[in-house]
């Protein structure tokens, strides 16, 4: 491996990446949609070099807006991770390619394994679904890394917005009734890092989330619990009082399986990784 090529560097996970330079020996590069727009084919091939382990962290994420937008959303997570990974056959590169718990229904009550039925409900699930299969058809042993419930606690992630609506409100209502697993974005950048060292045996589809469920609610007040809040400020509701343009799924917890049969180090309990961020936001 001569370098570790980052696409969408500027995102929080391709961000997190880039922050752990010190932990390879190899320059990890990291490029944001200005410098590299992964649906301009001529561009990605200009951009992957032979040696390179390219880490796609670009995508069009907002999930509501997708339903509206599919055009611009399959371009960016179907045809550009097809793209990436046309480059990457060419120049006998590896492809990380990171890919949603909302490829699958959501409509079920035990982590999902990676080789369970797919079933996208949502306009960004079915593009990113896209994308895997057009990975799969170019680079059939590229690996795909499905994550899930992602932060960091900046911006507008759930975990930034906990904190501050814990600064601007009384109360807050969070629904109970969507499980799944946070996942801190350093803890995954790392998991990657090591899945780029070391090959992970191979696997092609790998699941990888901080472990443990939680509902939104549940992760809330762990957020203003682990603020010195008191947690009894959020309340309850259910997802039938937040209705959105995309369905959000009731069930997507991801199996960690797939990552510890593959020899990585599985990423640790969820609240252990919440407070650590919230630590380093201090
Ligand atoms: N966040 C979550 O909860 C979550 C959950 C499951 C899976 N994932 C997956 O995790 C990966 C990383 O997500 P994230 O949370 O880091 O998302 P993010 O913060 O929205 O970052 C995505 C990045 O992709 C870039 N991008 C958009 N269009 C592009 C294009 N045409 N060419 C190159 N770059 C482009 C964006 O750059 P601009 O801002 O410049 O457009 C942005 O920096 C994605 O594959 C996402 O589907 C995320």
């Given at each position: 491996m001569k370098r570790i090529l980052v696409t969408g560097a500027r995102g929080q996970l391709g961000g997190r990446l880039l922050a752990l330079q010190d932990l390879v020996d190899v320059p990890i590069v990291g490029v944001g949609s200005d410098e590299l727009d992964i649906t301009d084919r001529g561009a990605v091939d200009a951009w992957v070099e032979p040696g390179s382990v390219v880490v796609n962290c670009a995508a069009y994420t907002a999930v509501d807006a997708a339903e509206s937008d599919e055009e611009t959303a399959a371009a960016v997570n179907a045809t550009g991770p097809r793209n990436l990974a046309s480059a990457c056959a060419r120049a006998g590169s590896r492809l990380i390619h990171v890919s949603t718990d909302y490829v699958f229904a959501g409509d079920r009550a035990v982590p999902y394994e990676t080789d369970d039925p797919t079933d996208p409900q949502t306009v960004y699930g079915r593009t990113k679904l896209a994308g895997e299969l057009a990975i799969r058809e170019v680079l059939p042993d590229a690996q795909i890394v499905r994550t899930a419930w992602v932060y960091t606690g900046v911006g507008n992630d759930f975990v930034a917005t906990m904190l501050r609506l814990e600064r601007d409100r009384d109360t807050v209502q969070v629904v109970t009734d969507q499980v799944g697993s946070p996942t801190y974005s350093a803890d995954l950048a790392a998991g990657l890092l090591e899945l780029a060292r070391t090959g992970g045996g191979g696997a092609t589809t790998l699941h990888a989330t901080n472990s443990g469920t939680a509902t939104w609610f549940d992760l809330a007040r762990a957020v203003f619990e682990g603020v010195g809040a008191d947690p009894a400020r959020v309340r309850p509701c259910s997802s039938a009082?937040?209705?959105?343009?995309?369905?959000?799924?009731?069930?997507?917890?991801?199996?960690?399986?797939?990552?510890?049969?593959?020899?990585?180090?599985?990423?640790?309990?969820?609240?252990?990784?919440?407070?650590?961020?919230?630590?380093?936001?201090?």
């Open positions: 009082e937040f209705v959105r343009p995309a369905p959000r799924p009731a069930y997507s917890a991801l199996s960690p399986a797939s990552w510890v049969a593959a020899g990585l180090t599985p990423l640790r309990p969820w609240q252990d990784a919440l407070g650590d961020a919230l630590a380093r936001l201090e």
